[in-house]
């Protein structure tokens, strides 16, 4: 599934929308690569020996592995939605400017701005 997942973000043929979910894109690897292998060391390491210390890393595996699973299959199946980032969606309904966070806001014109919040009256 990862494969097709990392096609099909490729293919909207835009480094910018394809990257816009990178950051869910490197956890869902990070799951696979780091819970994955921290699972089959601790599966492995009780293989064949017995006692409660093995028996807790063997319950442990059991219990993480299938949680790790499923949160990388939610992962992807996001990753593969047709959701729009956040990075393309418009952020400013209110007028057609793009909004820039570097721009001073001036509050006034803010329909909840009250004059007492001003501070010039004091």
Not at 17 to 42: D, K, R
Not at 70 to 94: E, H, K, W, Y
Request: a negative charge; hydrophobic letters at 40%; proline letters at 6%.
């Amino acid at each position: 599934m990862t494969e097709a997942v990392t096609a099909q973000l490729w293919a909207a043929g835009d480094a910018n929308v394809t990257l816009a979910n990178a950051s869910l894109y490197l956890e869902v690897f990070g799951h696979i690569v780091i819970a994955g292998s921290i699972c089959l060391e601790q599966a492995l390491a009780a293989e064949g020996k017995s006692g409660d210390f093995y028996d807790g890393k063997r319950a442990a595996t059991q219990y993480s592995l299938p949680l790790g699973v499923a949160q990388v299959d939610a992962q992807l199946d996001l990753l593969a939605s047709s959701i729009a980032p956040p990075s393309t969606c418009r952020t400013n309904g209110f007028d057609e400017r793009p909004f820039d966070p570097c721009e001073p806001t001036d509050l006034r014109r803010h329909p909840g701005f009250r004059q007492d919040m001003d501070g010039a009256q004091d």
